[in-house]
């Protein structure tokens, strides 16, 4: 067996130097390449990434994608792979070191799955703790960590480009993996720390990513709207009830200022953070979804 480890990145040089380590200290690994792919980096990603090419004791390859878009991104660096494996990572993971052992054995183990693991979010390099019970996901595809045969990837044509900003694509094709009778996995020693930096998850930031997913969960439920992806991304009557009781449009400013006042208690700012954020995906949800179907309809006329 051998794996292609996929890396898209942008704008993150540091912190893709710190998973290229972790790959680095691997023990007990199947042969294995790294690919990483630039997708837009204006920072030092490609001197970094030459520079550790010539040292790596496994081979690095380097990729330039320069249109902004995961799912293109990734498949670009699938196409440059030559793995019968396929391993999906971020680049702002760190690695214990039989993660790849980890992922290996469970593919030689049942072949034809789409093998996850533990995905820890902790706010600093300095913070491993162990996965416990509270890190299991149910999510068949989650691109932070994430495992599967080349040949499944080709044979449902890889991540859909049609998903351009943040969020869902690799939903969607874990949904069109399962279509096509690939099975799920779950590896317990194939955890990854996910490094979440407080000073880097403002507000600004994070309510940007929530629209984009918003949008985005919009195009996944025209693509597929089963309950199973109504689910996944909220868009069932209970949650969307739920949502709009307790975060009303009209209410959203407000939350948003309660958010952001640093007079408020640390638990008050922080479930009106929770709630501006849950308002805000609710509503580009909606809005998106209207604009898709009328897309749609205009399209068939």
């Given amino acids: 067996m051998k794996l292609s ?34 997708n837009g980096s204006r920072d030092g990603t490609a001197s970094l990434v030459r520079e550790r090419a010539t040292t ?27 793995g ?36 820890l979010n902790v706010a600093s390099v300095a913070s491993q703790p162990k996965p416990t019970l509270a890190n299991y996901s149910g999510a068949f595809f989650c691109t932070c960590n994430v495992s599967v045969g080349r040949a499944a990837f080709d044979t449902v044509g890889g991540f859909d480009e049609n998903f351009t900003l943040y969020g869902w694509e690799d939903t969607e094709l874990g949904l069109r993996l399962r279509e096509s009778g690939v099975a799920r996995g779950f590896a ?24 984009e997913r918003g949008r985005m969960a919009a195009r996944l439920l025209q693509k ?28 959203l400013d407000r939350f948003h200022a309660l958010a952001t006042n640093e007079r408020a208690p640390a638990g008050l700012r922080a479930l009106a ?24 309809t205009a399209r068939d006329a």
């Fill in 5 to 38: 480890i996929v890396i898209a990145t942008r704008d993150r040089e540091a912190m893709l130097a710190g998973a290229l380590a972790s790959l680095a200290a691997q023990r007990d690994a199947p042969a294995f390449e790294v690919v990483i792919v630039d």
């Fill in 56 to 82: 790596a004791a496994y081979p690095l390859h380097y990729v330039f994608a320069a249109r902004p878009n995961r799912g293109a991104a990734r498949n670009a660096g699938v196409r440059a792979a030559s």
């Fill in 84 to 119: 019968d494996v396929v391993l999906f990572i971020d680049d702002d993971v760190r690695l214990p070191d039989r993660f790849l052992f980890a992922h290996a054995s469970a593919h030689a183990a049942r072949a034809g799955r789409a093998v996850s693991g533990p995905i």
């Fill in 188 to 211: 317990w020693d194939a955890y990854v720390w996910h490094i979440k930096p407080q000073h880097l998850e403002t507000l600004e930031t994070v309510v940007q990513k929530t629209v």
């Fill in 224 to 251: 597929n709207d089963s309950m199973r992806t109504k689910l996944a991304t909220g868009a069932y009557g209970f949650n969307l009830v739920r949502s709009t009781v307790l975060a009303p449009a009209w209410s």
């Fill in 273 to 296: 953070r929770g709630q501006y954020l849950d308002g805000r995906y609710r509503v580009a949800m909606r809005e998106a979804l209207v604009s898709e179907r009328d897309g749609s």
